[in-house]
């Protein structure tokens, strides 16, 4: 546990101040920041919106982009950059040279990446939320304070989030793999286009194909409910997300077999 926690601690100082890790914060504050202004300078169209439908509008300017290309890209992004740092500066060798098992590195490695992807979709939970009160403060008329959306949208995100380990373990190893960039971004731009393309055609198999996960998990998030609708009922553990961690979690010791057997040489 010890040398797990010393190179997860290794792999933040390492990507500090790289794109992937500055990406996990400034895209969401961008994309937030988007739609505040959207909204602030289009305020007269939203006015008349009851205060759940205004939050949800809101909160799907972000999500919108999220589900279909910005997420499986950022994934995709990621887990490239958390091993091209090693790829780069050619320390393969030297890293499973520590005193350090490889299980601890590569673990360490990939827990990283699924910190960042997290960390992305975290910030876009608060600053969708921060934005929109703070929308109600300059712009009174729309009355974001009068409701509240924050455990829907931890939900939806936290969705989200489940969706894209599936694409973030194939493109991790695919990455570990090769350490051009054209090959895996190639690759995973490729198939996330092939994904998107099947979940937005309503392929009723998508829900078994990794890189149509985050927009199959946006169509299937709402609970089908009898009656008039009260409240934002999200589903958050349909079958996509269930393949989505499964995949996950296989191609994870997939690679991990492979690490093993990596030359150091």
Request: charged content about 15%; hydrophobic content about 55%.
């Amino acid at each position: 546990m010890k040398g797990f926690i010393l190179s997860f601690r290794s792999e933040f100082y390492k990507s500090r101040k790289t794109a992937g890790f500055w990406g996990a914060i400034l895209l969401p504050f961008f994309v937030s920041l988007m739609a505040l202004l959207i909204f602030y300078f289009k305020s007269e169209k939203f006015i008349t919106m009851p205060a759940m439908m205004l939050w949800v509008q809101f909160a799907l300017v972000a999500l919108g982009l999220m589900g279909t290309l910005l997420l499986p890209m950022y994934t995709i992004f990621v887990a490239y950059s958390v091993n091209n740092v090693e790829h780069k500066a050619d320390t393969w060798k030297t890293l499973f040279s520590l005193p350090i098992s490889r299980w601890s590195v590569y673990g360490a490695k990939f827990a990283y990446a699924v910190f960042l992807v997290l960390l992305c979709l975290t910030l876009f939970v608060l600053f969708t939320i921060t934005f929109g009160n703070l929308l109600s403060v300059l712009k009174p008329e729309l009355k974001f304070n009068t409701y509240h959306l924050e455990w829907e949208l931890t939900q939806v995100y936290f969705k989200l989030f489940l969706s894209s380990l599936g694409i973030l373990s194939i493109q991790f190893l695919m990455s570990l793999l090769w350490s051009d960039f054209i090959k895996p971004m190639g690759v995973g731009f490729i198939l996330t286009i092939v994904g998107v393309t099947a979940a937005s055609k309503g392929w009723e198999y998508s829900y078994a194909f990794p890189y149509a996960h985050p927009m199959v998990a946006l169509t299937t998030m709402f609970k089908n409910k009898k009656g008039p609708a009260q409240d934002i009922v999200i589903d958050v553990f349909t079958k996509d997300v269930f393949v989505a961690v499964a995949v996950s979690a296989v191609v994870f010791v997939v690679g991990y077999f492979i690490v093993q057997r990596k030359s150091v040489k």
